[in-house]
């Protein structure tokens, strides 16, 4: 899992929640590996984000996944119809 992607959890649920639902809620994300952004990542990165009009952090996350070879699982619309991305629409509240 990207470093980004721990930010845009955290911020996401801390503007939705707080900060202790926030913290839960990122602690179960370090079930998984925490990869950092490197410049290779980075400039695949950026033809992504070229390539599928992506949002910078967006386009950080799906680099690392293409980097590792994993397959990105998503609720967000701005991955829908992306290669080696699994889209799961967001259920209505």
Not at 43 to 50: D, G, H, I, V
Not at 57 to 64: H, K
Request: aromatic content about 6%; charged content about 25%; some cysteine.
């Amino acid at each position: 899992m990207p470093t980004v992607s721990i930010y845009e959890v955290f911020k996401r649920i801390l503007q939705q929640r707080d900060e202790h639902t926030a913290l839960l809620a990122i602690s179960s994300m370090y079930q998984g590996k925490a990869v950092d952004l490197d410049t290779a990542v980075a400039l695949q990165a950026a033809k992504l984000s070229c390539t599928h009009k992506l949002p910078m952090s967006d386009s950080m996350i799906l680099a690392t996944a293409v980097a590792h070879q994993a397959i990105l699982w998503t609720q967000d619309a701005d991955f829908i119809k992306i290669e080696g991305v699994e889209y799961t629409e967001r259920k209505k509240e």
